[in-house]
Structure formats: structure tokens, C-alpha cells
């Protein structure tokens, strides 16, 4: 005959069931008993209680086999996978929470749903390992080191081309800052570097790679291997110019805060730009300054060891757009006329300058300056030439004239030549005379 009542225990419970008994069987007092067990006499009391009125089976905790009052519904499980599957397949799990919960009003953790996608073996984006790196001590206070670079990248995911975004992280605080542009190089650079520091302040110093935007990989030239100065970037002769310190980094992992950045952006952003269908720089750039920066970091800012701030402000005075921009040399012709990027300039105002410095700005617009005076130009559209009329398309005959071999250009072969003939009739000879003993 089958038993009514089978009990499913632990090997917890049966111990803790045996203490019991001979607590009922007063071999123990309860206050031995709690001791053993490791619950208050109270606690003891109860189970006691409950043993007697309900038999063994009152060890079993009460809530054992129901539902939890806490566990999430059906009907959220499978919306939450569904949209997973259909809208965040390539999210990695927090950010898909996060969307779940900002765009849907699905408040779920990372664990459940990775709980919920590894029940239905739907795959999912995975971290990869990473190299073991020492560990640097961040900086103290916000605005001592920026770490900053450029990322090539499919951003828009082929609703455009590839594009870069400049980024700049603090290393003390996360403080982010970026924005998009069509390449990395020295006008990016500076009209970033210009916006990060209207927004924040002049740093004390920035760390970045050695991209020959940001350091030189020209040889110093014989006037600066005298004064003992090495070639310069126009990007390390603005930062010098500001009194910011550049700090060269050997290799990627040395400036891995803004590596970080990158990988995370990518990740993030790109969806996020995909959910608003934005395919162009200027309305990403939109969405960076609106909503997505003070977002980022509200969200990823930590709080610096100390809380004194090392940005600077400008000095009163200090214009960045003539500090900030591509300075070059120039000679001046006679005819005060000034040659650049293919294009000529006529040079209006009277001076005496053999050589004026032009100004590209960040929104390529020029500025020709001597002795700190603003010279006026105008652009030379088409040059007049002499030979403008003359049909050119003609070619002229061109006669050609062979000197004689007697001819004193040809003096100095011509002994040379006669030697090397002699030499040859000598060996000819020479021939002849072995076959005619031979035949003999």
C-alpha cells in the first residue's frame, strides 16, 4: 500500500527536525535546543509548535512550493523577449533594460532578462575577455588631465558614410564631451577643443596620441635643431599658445579612458541614433548638445577624489578663433600677390612686408596678417597671361642636328672608340690563325 504523505526534506531540515524531537521528547531543553540550532528561543518555540500540531512536515517553510508575490507576469515575459528580439537584438542587456524601461515601461533587471533569454536559448551580445592592464590612479581634480581622440567608425550604419566623432573624457570625474565630423585632422580638432573649452574650461593638460594632427612627424629643421626646439603641429602650437601641456601616449591602452568611451558609444549611440533615424552630422551633432551629452553624463559621471575644479577660464581679451586656427608663412611677390592651396590673393592695403602670416579658421575662412595688422585681399579668379591668345594646340617642328664624330663633343669618345675597334680586329686576327693551324 502506497504512502499518503511523502515529505521532501533537506539535509538541513532533517537535522534540524532531529534537534526538535528530542526537544518534544525533553531530552533537551529549548534553550540547548536554540543553541544548537542557531535561532532564537522564540523561533524554537514556534517550530516546536508547529511539529506537534502539524507532524514532520511543519519543518518545511510555509511558502515552499507557492508562487512569490514578486514574480513578474507572463504576459511581461513575453513582451520583453518579444521586443528584445524584434527592436534591441544587437543591445547588450543593461542598455536593453534601460530602453525597455524608458520607451516601453518594462522596469526589469539585466539578470532577469538574461534569465529569460538563456530559458528561451535566444542568443545575445556577450563581453569579451580583456588583456590584464596595471591600473593608473586617476587624477584628483576635474580639468588636471582631458583625455582626448578621434573614432572612425560606421556611426549612421550605412545611411551615410563613415564618419568620426571627436571625444574628450575627464579623467577625474568621466566628464564626457563629443561631437561628429567628416575626418579627423587639425580644423576638427581645434573647432572641438574650442566647443569643449567654452562649455568647460581651459584644461591643464591633454592627453592624445601621436596622429600627426596632434604631434609632428616632421625632422627638425637646421634653425630648430639650433635653438634646440623640435618641429610642431598646428595643433601643439595652439595648445601652447593656451598654456596647455600635450601629453603623447605610446600606445592605445595608455589613454584607455577614452578608449572606453568609444566602445561604449558605439555600442549605445548608434542605436540610439537609429531609433530617431538620424542619418546626417548636423542633426547628430543636434541631438548630441540637446539630449544625449547631459543624459550620458548624468548617468556615467563619477565623483572626483576632490572636489576643486582645475579649469581655468579665458582671460577677458582672448579671442580662440585667431588662437585656434591653421597659422602659415607666406612670401610676398612684387606684385603683392600672395599664392595659397592652388588659389592667388592680390594683397590691397601698402606694405612693405616680404612675408605675411595667414589665418585659416575652423570654418576655413582666411585672414592675412602683418605686424599684427589685418591686411585687406581679394581673391584673383583669372590671371592674364601673355600667351592666353596664342594657339598652343600647334606643335613646332623641332629639327634635330647630329654633331659630326670630328665634332669637340665627341672628341673625348672618339679615341675611345677607335681602341675598343682595334682591340676587336686584334682578336679576329688572332681567330683566324687558330683555325688556319688547325685545318693544317
Avoid at 530559458?119 to 580639468?143: T, V
Avoid at 598646428?234 to 591602452?253: D, T
Avoid at 543636434?286 to 539630449?291: A, K, M, R, S, V
Wanted: charge should be positive; aromatic fraction near 8%.
Amino acid at each position: 500500500m502506497a504512502r499518503k504523505d511523502i515529505i521532501q526534506m533537506t539535509q538541513k531540515e532533517l537535522r534540524k527536525l532531529n534537534v526538535v524531537h528530542k526537544i518534544i521528547d525533553k531530552k533537551i531543553s529549548l534553550k540547548k535546543g536554540s543553541e544548537k540550532l542557531g535561532l532564537s528561543y522564540r523561533q524554537v518555540k514556534r517550530i516546536v509548535s508547529r511539529i506537534r500540531n502539524q507532524g514532520d512536515i511543519g519543518i518545511i517553510h510555509v511558502s515552499r512550493g507557492r508562487t512569490s508575490n514578486n514574480k513578474l507576469s507572463e504576459e511581461l515575459h513575453k513582451s520583453a523577449v518579444t521586443l528584445y528580439q524584434d527592436k534591441y537584438y544587437d543591445f547588450n542587456l543593461v542598455h536593453a533594460c534601460e530602453k525597455l524601461s524608458e520607451n516601453h515601461k518594462i522596469k526589469i533587471s539585466s539578470q532577469t532578462l538574461s534569465n529569460w533569454l538563456d530559458a528561451e536559448k535566444i542568443p545575445r551580445k556577450r563581453k569579451r575577455g580583456r588583456k590584464h592592464r596595471s591600473w593608473r590612479e586617476r587624477m584628483h581634480h576635474p580639468g588636471e588631465l582631458v583625455q582626448m581622440d578621434g573614432s572612425h567608425h560606421d556611426w549612421f550604419e550605412g545611411r551615410r558614410s563613415k564618419c568620426c566623432l571627436m571625444g574628450y573624457i575627464d579623467d577625474a570625474n568621466n566628464k564626457t564631451y563629443m561631437r561628429f565630423y567628416e575626418y579627423e585632422g587639425t580644423l576638427p580638432a581645434m573647432d572641438s577643443f574650442k566647443r569643449f573649452i567654452r562649455k568647460n574650461g581651459l584644461p591643464i593638460a591633454v592627453y592624445c596620441d601621436k596622429h600627426t594632427t596632434y604631434k609632428s612627424p616632421k625632422e627638425p629643421t637646421v634653425e630648430e635643431q639650433l635653438d634646440g626646439k623640435a618641429p610642431q603641429s598646428q595643433f601643439q602650437r595652439a595648445l601652447k599658445e593656451l598654456g596647455v601641456n600635450p601629453i603623447f601616449a605610446h600606445s592605445a591602452q595608455a589613454k584607455g579612458r577614452v578608449e572606453r568611451l568609444f566602445e561604449t558609444v558605439q555600442d549605445r549611440l548608434t542605436k540610439e541614433l537609429r531609433l530617431r533615424s538620424i542619418s546626417t552630422i548636423d542633426a547628430a551633432n543636434d541631438f548630441l548638445e540637446g539630449e544625449y551629452l547631459d543624459k550620458f553624463n548624468k548617468q556615467f559621471c563619477i565623483k572626483p577624489i576632490k572636489e576643486a575644479s582645475f579649469y581655468q577660464k579665458l582671460l577677458p581679451g582672448v579671442n580662440l578663433n585667431r588662437i585656434l586656427c591653421i597659422k602659415i608663412k607666406r612670401n610676398v611677390y612684387k606684385d603683392f600677390t600672395v599664392r595659397y592651396n592652388n588659389n592667388l590673393y592680390q594683397i590691397l592695403n601698402k606694405t612693405n612686408a616680404k612675408r605675411v602670416v595667414l589665418e585659416i579658421d575652423t570654418k576655413e575662412r582666411l585672414r592675412i596678417e602683418s605686424n599684427n595688422r589685418t591686411l585687406q585681399y581679394k581673391r584673383i579668379v583669372q590671371r592674364n597671361s601673355i600667351v592666353a591668345n596664342k594657339d598652343l594646340t600647334k606643335k613646332r617642328n623641332k629639327i634635330t642636328h647630329n654633331p659630326a664624330e670630328t665634332h669637340p663633343w665627341k672628341r673625348a669618345y672618339a679615341y675611345e672608340r677607335l681602341r675598343a675597334m682595334k682591340e676587336a680586329l686584334e682578336s679576329q686576327k688572332t681567330e683566324m690563325l687558330k683555325e688556319e693551324l688547325v685545318t693544317v
